[in-house]
């Protein structure tokens, strides 16, 4: 059974950083895509960053492109997501999810395993 369990997630000023993890079990995590999604109340999950199996290929939503780094620790089954500069509308439920297959990109539909999300909270 796979599970994704998020961590790192918490209350920061406008400007300050955060760093999310997210740790895989249950197949061979080196093998498929991972993703962070977030998802604020009374609005859609949205996508904010993927990971191909390697590590060499990345995608990010326009707005956090400059701001956040996704990054994938093959040899300890996680994947990262460091988010700098932060703003308040960066406020939501943070999720990790796996894709099954080695690409995938920000359709939500593309990914098969979700965590349980972690709460990130951005002060002005």
């Known amino acids: 059974q796979v599970q994704l369990v998020e961590s790192g997630g918490g209350l920061v000023q406008a400007g300050g950083s955060l760093r999310l993890s997210c740790a895989a079990s249950g197949r061979t995590f080196s093998s498929y895509a991972m993703a962070w999604f977030r998802q604020a109340p009374g609005k859609e999950r949205e996508f904010r960053a993927a990971?191909?199996?390697?590590?060499?290929?990345?995608y990010y939503a326009d707005s956090v492109k400059g701001r956040f780094t996704i990054s994938r620790d093959n040899a300890k089954n996680t994947v990262h997501l460091q988010m700098n500069s932060l703003k308040p509308d960066d406020t939501a439920v943070y999720y990790c999810?796996?894709?099954?297959?080695?690409?995938?990109?920000?359709?939500?539909?593309?990914?098969?395993?979700w965590g349980q999300g972690t709460q990130v909270t951005v002060s002005s």
């Open positions: 990971i191909n199996w390697s590590g060499a290929r990345t």
């Open positions: 999810a796996t894709a099954s297959r080695r690409v995938a990109g920000s359709d939500s539909r593309e990914y098969d395993y």
